[in-house]
């Protein structure tokens, strides 16, 4: 119970300070992990999602539950709610849910009395009346839709590293935080394979214009803040990320059929994002496509896959010996000179890209898993100047206005 008392007396100080506020805690570490483990030795190899979820999400309740005893320990009134309690509604299929709607008024009331309210993230309630959960990371999501739905400014994520960091600091000695990220630069990053922050609650606080504040839980250093400032003659790049658990997937037909229209539907039905898709044209023969997606959705998508190919006698194939590497930066795909010094520079090292993917402001590469490190470490010096320099002006601003997220 270490880490939760200092967490509860570092809230404890906030209530103090501003009075009550809503907080979303996740699981403790290690924590998802083990009952993911439990749900396999109980029901085998592909268990019931349904109960898979009622179980998983017991790991969040039980943070919630103790985060609140602990602050009524510190003299601090709180209430913890379960995502069903907090009036979180959500769409989509067992695992990989989608924050539909949030009904803030049991949360608003409880504020209203006094209290702290600790939310369990990661978490809501469907249709139905059932338990589905976000998928990895989901608290943060959680914790950005909440800030939304309260109509907070400002949305603070208190975590176990110092902040978003240039590159991943395993990776490269010199990595250095970033005290500042434009939100769709963040997003990208997220996407990449930063793991700070899930994708789609960088996605959803850009959207709604919502600031976050990346924090160490133990406090020291000031942290990231993501938030919006003019970028016309920002350098292009901001950061390297790597995202080591991707798959390669190619799909072929000699039939010459599109099936580019099933394989995405089929893929959606389990709402599995893909990314650095490529596909063969009208005119060829023979029907190839490829996209990289999640290593942890492999068994899905290729029982998904497996359905669509197989009755069309089209094959797939799966790779899972690359990583992707980005480089990401705002308007980088603007600027061509900067898709030429990546390729450039790995080409130099012997460094084989097989695929490459551009959007607004990210590049990617696939490269040899076996590579990655190298092919990381080799992209953040040839950007190193610009990194420093996306870094410079710009003050933090007060929080106004916040909910929290804490990771105990």
Partial sequence: MGKIARIAALLAAEAERQGPFPVVVSARGGTTDQLLELAAAAGGPDPAAREVDQLLSTGEIASAAQLALALGRCGVPAVSLTG????????????????????????QAELAAGKVVVVAGFQGVDAVGDVVTLGRGGSDTTAVALAVALGARRCEIYTDVDGVYTVDPRLVADA???????P????EMAFAGSKVLHPRSAQLAATHGLELHVRDAAGGDSGTVVSRRPLETAPAVSAVACDPRVARVLIRSPHGRDLAPEVLEALS??????????????????????????AGNLDTVRRALREVADPRGA??????????????????????????????????AGIDISWVA????RASVTVARD?????????????HADITASQSGGDDAEPLDTVEELKP
Avoid: C, W
């Fill in 315 to 348: 094959t797939v194939v799966i790779d899972e010996n690359v990583s992707k590497v980005s480089v990401v930066g705002p308007g980088i795909r603007a600027r061509p000179a900067y898709i030429a010094r990546i390729t450039a520079v790995l080409a130099e």
């Fill in 84 to 107: 069903t309690q907090a009036g979180i509604n959500v769409s989509g299929p067992g695992g990989n849910g989608a924050v539909a709607s949030i009904d803030t008024t049991r949360i």
């Fill in 176 to 182: 250095q935080i970033l005290r500042h990220v434009d």
């Fill in 269 to 294: 039905l389990h709402a599995i994002p893909v990314d650095l898709v490529a596909r063969s044209g009208p005119a060829e023969e023979e029907f190839r496509m490829g996209f990289t997606i999640d």
């Fill in 371 to 383: 590579r990655r490190a190298e092919a990381v470490r080799l992209l953040h010096r040839e950007f």
């Fill in 358 to 361: 551009l959007s607004a402001n």
């Fill in 184 to 187: 769709d630069v963040m997003t």
